[in-house]
Nanobody
Framework: QVQLVESGGGLVQAGGSLRLSCAAS????????VGWYRQAPGKQRELVAA???????NYAYSVKGRFTISRDNAKNTVYLQMNSLKPEDTAVYYC?????WGQGTQVTVSS
């Protein structure tokens, strides 16, 4: 049974930082591309960052230079380091791998 569990969300002031974690069981992250998505109220879910099985990252234009995706294969975990957060980053953040999704973690950035 595949399970993805996100953690690390919370309330932060603009300019602050958070690190999200996505821990997996039942699936081997190292052989899968993993993506971080977000969905703000009233908006469609969008891809924020992804990392290939080989470790190559890709970012949405809106977060490039502020967010960093990384993986720890030994822990079967993918991270999203978010710096210089803006109010428009407020959303529920989800991780996805091989069409499996986590339950999401709320990130709220106050101005």
């Amino acid at each position: 049974q595949v399970q993805l569990v996100e953690s690390g969300g919370g309330l932060v002031q603009a300019g602050g930082s958070l690190r999200l974690s996505c821990a997996a069981s039942g699936i081997i992250f190292s052989i899968n591309a993993v993506g971080w998505y977000r969905q703000a109220p009233g908006k469609q879910r969008e891809l924020v960052a992804a990392i290939t099985s080989g470790g190559t990252p890709n970012y949405a234009y809106s977060v490039k230079g502020r967010f960093t995706i990384s993986r720890d294969n030994a822990k079967n975990t993918v991270y999203l380091q978010m710096n210089s957060l803006k109010p428009e980053d407020t959303a529920v953040y989800y991780c996805e791998a091989n069409h499996f999704w986590g339950q999401g973690t709320q990130v709220t950035v106050s101005s």
